[in-house]
């Protein structure tokens, strides 16, 4: 059964970098079947996409965002991470990672991570 | 990037049926293989409960199922039970885009 697991400081300081590691399990990584993506989640804005990550590093990234995030992929150690720049409060939220099919046929995320709670303070 | 549309909030009893809208642009919802659901719980990760418009993953209730006309997707839950209280979202692509719908509140009273 594939597993994700999140990863990363819990606590970032408004203005520096967010930083979380994706590690997966269970199955096959370097797949030209799915993507890997980031998405989060927040009470007043529900679920986002952020991006997601092809394992050759081709990437696809939400316009909202995309000037501040960086996703990259391990596939030595079949992970990927997110980085995003800048934050503020409203970066406060939930961050899954998450398996993602996503092509000319399909888009859905059918195995998601726990979830970690980062939360950017003052 | 376009939007996804959804009721805030959406409410049944036990036993019967309820409906849950999701309408978008025309690009975002007119492909049929594009919009997926997720039911999320409190607590816990989202779970994929329907892809590809209709289509149910191993595991979900033949309860859940989803339908399109036009450009409106919508999944319908019957026979509601308790554990089915949770929010609900759509998700669907616009151009390389992934958007989701803003969630809808399912009370089951």
């Known amino acids: 059964q594939m597993q994700l697991q999140e990863s990363g400081p819990g606590l970032v300081k408004a203005s520096e970098t967010l930083s979380l590691t994706c590690a997966v399990s269970?199955?096959?990584?370097?797949?030209?079947?799915?993507?890997w993506a980031w998405i989060r989640q927040t009470p007043g804005k529900g679920l986002e996409w952020i991006g997601s990550?092809?394992?050759?590093?081709?990437?696809y990234y939400n316009p909202s965002l995309k000037s501040r995030v960086t996703i990259s992929v391990d596939t030595s150690n079949n992970m990927f991470s997110l980085k995003l720049t800048s934050v503020t409060a409203t970066d406060t939220a939930i961050y899954y990672c998450?398996?993602?099919?996503?092509?000319?046929?399909?888009?859905?995320?059918?195995?998601w991570g726990q979830g970690t709670l980062v939360t950017v303070s003052s | 990037q376009s939007g996804l549309t959804q009721p805030r909030s959406v409410s049944g009893s036990p036993g019967q049926s309820v409906t849950i809208s999701c309408t978008g642009t025309t690009s975002d919802v007119d492909t049929d293989t594009f919009v997926s659901w997720y039911q999320s719980h409190p607590g816990k990760a989202p779970k994929l409960i329907i892809y590809a418009v209709y289509n149910r993953p191993s595991g979900v209730p033949d309860r859940f199922s989803g339908s399109k006309s036009g450009n409106t997707a919508s999944l319908t839950i019957s026979d509601l039970q308790a554990d089915d209280e949770a929010e609900y979202y759509c998700c669907s692509y616009a151009g390389t885009d992934v958007v989701f719908g803003g969630g809808t509140k399912l009370s089951v009273l």
């Open positions: 998450a398996r993602h099919s996503y092509g000319v046929a399909a888009n859905y995320f059918d195995y």
């Open positions: 269970g199955g096959s990584f370097s797949t030209s079947t799915y993507y």
């Open positions: 990550v092809f394992y050759s590093g081709s990437t």
